[in-house]
Nanobody, 126 residues
Framework: QVQLTESGGGLVQPGGSLRLSCAAS????????KGWFRQAPGKEREFVAA????????HYADSVKGRFTISRDNGKDTVYLQMSSLKPEDTAVYYC???????????????????WGQGTQVTVSS
């Protein structure tokens, strides 16, 4: 059974940084696009970032562009989300995802990945 396991969440002050990691349980997903979604309390789940299988194409939500960076290490079957200049509105449960194909730049809102992790909590507060 394919599993995605997130780690690295926690409590951070506004303006701080945090790096999330997501490891896949199988190399089956090594050729899949990977990404991150998030869901804040009382809000719908939203797209954050995506990266294609080669790591050369990335997409970001406008709300995180310039502050977050997605990357991957296929040798370790791991995808990362480096978050900087964090704001209280970044507080959410962050989910790692995988899908056979990366979204197009103009259709990230409709991307519906096949595989989802359990999520890791990120809280930005002073």
């Amino acid at each position: 059974q394919v599993q995605l396991t997130e780690s690295g969440g926690g409590l951070v002050q506004p303006g701080g940084s945090l790096r999330l990691s997501c490891a896949a349980s199988t190399r089956t997903l090594s050729s899949n696009a990977k990404g991150w979604f998030r869901q804040a309390p009382g809000k719908e789940r939203e797209f954050v970032a995506a990266i294609d299988w080669s790591g050369t194409i990335t997409h970001y939500a406008d709300s995180v562009k310039g502050r977050f960076t997605i990357s991957r290490d296929n040798g370790k079957d791991t995808v990362y989300l480096q978050m900087s200049s964090l704001k209280p509105e970044d507080t959410a449960v962050y989910y790692c995802v995988a899908h056979y194909q990366a979204p197009r730049a103009d259709s990230t809102y409709s991307w519906n990945p096949n595989y989802w992790g359990q999520g890791t909590q990120v809280t930005v507060s002073s």
